[in-house]
């Protein structure tokens, strides 16, 4: 079973801030993605990364896979208290069709 | 824009007793998959269909069965319910396998 280590697992900050969650793997993933979730909804794909390397931004969101496709990072700019929710990796591994997801981090936005 | 569509949102049922949750996407999507999310376990594949008449087992699948006659559908039975099954169960889909998938808003399911 591939494991994806997801840190901080809980992270309270100011609005305005800015903040960076890890998502950290002993895999290579295929491709790897990030959703965010909110409370008595599913999980909502905010973006797919697929080259090392590769850094993509979302508005204030800055997603980058790392060289070796192991790991990844979200960093929020300026958060808002929209932003409040919890935050998933997820893992693809081209040998398979299984997506391997990480337990989360559950960011709270205070205004 | 329906998307991926679960029925019901909540159920209640006693040990030993049989359900199906319904799951319906209207984006012609081959891929399905159920997952199961618990509280400090994450999200964990139950099991999921590349395409209809095809099924597969994920990681969690013992307690589950699941069909896939159709492109369109993909239900999940329980066979005896036990407590253990208590979860938040979301259905999701997706154009192909192990790229971004699309959830439903989940079934909320406890097992007295």
């Known amino acids: 079973t591939q494991l994806l280590e997801q840190s901080p697992q809980f992270l309270s900050i100011q609005e305005g801030e800015n903040l960076t969650v890890y998502c950290n793997s002993s895999s290579v993933f295929s491709s790897l993605q990030w959703y965010r979730q909110e409370p008595g909804e599913g999980p909502v794909l905010l973006v797919t990364v697929v080259t090392g390397g590769e850094v993509k931004k979302l508005k204030r969101l800055t997603f980058q896979f790392g060289d070796a496709r192991k790991d990844s990072s979200l960093h929020i700019t300026a958060a808002q208290p929209g932003d409040t929710g919890l935050y998933l990796c997820?893992?693809?591994?081209?040998?398979?069709?299984?997506?391997?997801f990480g337990k989360g981090t559950l960011l709270t936005v205070n205004p | 824009n329906a998307g991926v569509t679960q029925t019901p949102k909540f159920q209640v049922l006693k040990t030993g007793q049989s359900m199906t949750l319904q799951c319906a996407q209207d984006m012609n999507h081959e891929y399905m998959s159920w997952y199961r999310q618990d509280p400090g376990m994450g999200l964990r594949l139950i099991h999921y269909s590349v395409g209809a008449g095809i099924t597969d087992q994920g990681e969690v699948p013992n307690g589950y069965n699941v069909s896939r006659s159709t492109t369109e559908d993909f239900p999940l039975r329980l066979l005896s319910a036990a407590p253990s099954q208590t979860s938040v169960y979301f259905c999701?889909?997706?154009?192909?396998?192990?790229?971004?998938?699309?959830f439903g808003d989940g079934t909320r399911l406890s097992i007295l």
């Open positions: 999701a889909s997706s154009f192909q396998a192990g790229t971004g998938i699309y």
């Open positions: 997820a893992g693809a591994q081209s040998s398979n069709y299984k997506l391997t």
